[in-house]
């Protein structure tokens, strides 16, 4: 592995249903996030996490959970899907922790509909 | 509210210059990101800017001026590579890193 993976590429989910995505970077980054990437809009931070053990909020967490277990891996959890969440998903992680002057690097995202 | 313009899309020829403009009005400033996202790729990093000036990179050049609230991103001897969406995000008192929707551009033989 390489910089940042992300699992699935794409997803096709019934409303109601609870998924995870998946994210992981090799890089020992400090810092990971979660956007999501809506036609016409920019990337919304939906929640970020400064160093392993701690996650904050970002700009549209609701109906979404993270967690941050160890330094690699930062799952997103949406618990009960609706179709508003519909959307490119992206992770994305910096070297620094707390710095957001720090080159941010992308994973290749996850397509998520949401029927 | 805090906002971020950039057209929606351009078009140019290949070998010749265009320039990207993004205006900001964001409650502080703390610096300012262009980052270049391929149709259906992840976004990656050009330039950042905190200082007023333009910085040079190659075929690529960004400037800032922070009393207009104002940047723009330079492409020199376009290729058709470069076709893609280029996003401007600034970083606002808080630290919150606020996106613009992207500058399509497309890039004509």
């Known amino acids: 592995i390489a910089g940042i993976t992300q699992a699935p590429t794409s997803q096709i989910l019934a409303a109601g249903r609870r998924m995870t995505l998946r994210c992981t970077q090799d890089m020992r980054h400090n810092a990971m996030y979660w956007y999501r990437q809506d036609l016409g809009l920019g990337l919304r931070l939906i929640h970020y996490?400064?160093?392993?053990?701690?996650?904050g909020k970002g700009e549209v967490p609701d109906g979404y959970s993270v967690s941050r277990a160890n330094t690699d891996d930062f799952p997103l959890t949406l618990a009960s899907a609706v179709p508003s969440q519909t959307s490119v998903y992206f992770c994305?992680?910096?070297?620094?922790?707390?710095?957001?002057?720090?080159?941010?690097?992308f994973g290749p995202g996850t397509r998520l509909t949401v029927l | 509210g805090q906002n971020i313009d950039q057209p929606t899309e351009m078009t140019a020829t290949e070998g010749a210059i265009v320039q990207i403009n993004c205006t900001y009005q964001?409650?502080?400033?703390?610096?300012l990101f262009w980052y270049q996202q391929h149709a259906g790729e992840a976004p990656t990093f050009l330039s950042y800017?905190?200082l007023d000036g333009l910085e040079e990179k190659g075929r690529f050049s960004s400037f800032l001026s922070r009393s207009k609230g104002y940047s723009y991103l330079l492409l020199k001897e376009l290729q058709m590579k470069d076709s893609a969406s280029y996003l401007c995000a600034v970083l606002d008192s808080n630290y919150q890193l606020i996106w613009g929707a992207g500058t399509k551009l497309i890039i004509k033989p």
């Open positions: 994305a992680s910096s070297r620094l922790a707390g710095d957001r002057t720090d080159t941010q690097y």
């Open positions: 964001t409650s502080g400033f703390n610096g």
């Open positions: 800017n905190v």
């Open positions: 996490s400064n160093t392993a053990g701690t996650t």
